[in-house]
């Protein structure tokens, strides 16, 4: 038995008939782009003839651990998939979305790759070494069921196509900023499409919605996470303003809170009033952490 097939038959009824007014409406808007197209070949230098140098490279640190990771993260592709697969259902009509959904984000790290190989902005060797190392660890979210995946998601679609866009403007690279501002319009059509599930299931199953929300708040973590020098990384992005606990607050949650009118919902039992106050915690504590880190960041001024 999948992970959908335990879950009331109306529920899923209802999300099928979003699912597929969803994937129609992300086919007529999503575009096809080219990689090879937003990588400068002629800046090309053989490896062999010209060993790589970090002190050449046109990337602050802080931004060339942002690209590392937003690559390892792409790089981890194969795992998502499983993971899709699993919660959703390899039938139709879950399937033919997360066979689109696969082959657009396999694009990312194919492009990825080859713009900081091409520009010599980081190690290939270290790339390829640190991706070997995240695609055999894989990711693994088995606790997951299929509501707990689709709130997932939505955050974390978004948390990356903000990331993506922040690390491209902070990186005074133009052709990298031009190269992240299009993965980014991937990321939010595919935020789109995961939000109006959510906001679906809300409509049948509140209480069961809610409560995949308020867990995956207090959980969350980028899937990332287990990936080579995360921490070290994670760190200097947000030391940067790449993505930190304001930008996940105020970018991320808010947004989404808000697009599901989660504190305007009405006539909720007491498990969904009760998710809900889960809800309203996980952002009280943020706020509580993003004023803690702004008095201390005041007195070392």
């Not at 200097?236 to 599901?260: Q, S």
Request: net charge negative; charged share 30%; glycine share 4%.
């Amino acid at each position: 038995m999948t992970a959908v097939e335990h879950r009331p038959s109306l529920l899923l009824e209802h999300l099928e008939a979003r699912l597929a007014t969803a994937t129609d409406r992300h086919l007529s808007v999503a575009r096809d782009w080219y990689p090879h197209e937003y990588i400068p070949w002629s800046e090309g230098v053989d490896f062999g003839d010209v060993p790589y140098d970090e002190a050449r490279s046109r990337l602050a640190p802080a931004v060339r651990a942002a690209v590392q990771l937003n690559l390892l993260t792409e790089d981890n592709l194969p795992a998502y998939h499983r993971e899709l697969n699993r919660a959703f259902s390899d039938d139709e009509p879950w399937r033919v979305w997360i066979d689109r959904w696969t082959a657009e984000e396999g694009r990312h790290a194919i492009v990825l790759r080859d713009y900081l190989v091409v520009t010599r902005c980081v190690d290939p060797v270290v790339l390829e070494q640190e991706r070997m190392l995240a695609v055999q660890t894989g990711y693994r979210a088995t606790e997951k069921d299929m509501l707990r995946t689709m709130a997932y998601v939505s955050f974390q679609e978004l948390a990356t196509r903000i990331s993506h866009r922040n690390t491209g403007r902070l990186s005074g690279d133009e052709g990298l900023e031009k190269l992240l501002t299009r993965i980014a319009t991937d990321e939010n059509l595919h935020m789109v499409f995961y939000r109006d599930l959510v906001a679906a299931a809300l409509e049948v199953d509140p209480a069961a919605m809610l409560t995949a929300i308020a867990v995956e708040l207090e959980n969350f973590s980028m899937p990332g996470a287990g990936g080579p020098q995360f921490r070290r990384r994670a760190a200097a992005i947000a030391k940067a303003g790449i993505y930190d606990n304001k930008v996940h607050r105020e970018d991320v949650i808010e947004p989404l809170l808000r697009y599901w009118r989660i504190l305007e919902l009405t006539d909720l039992d007491a498990v969904a009033e009760q998710a809900r106050e889960r809800i309203v915690g996980v952002c009280a504590e943020l706020d509580r952490r993003i004023a803690r880190s702004a008095e201390l960041a005041a007195a070392r001024a």
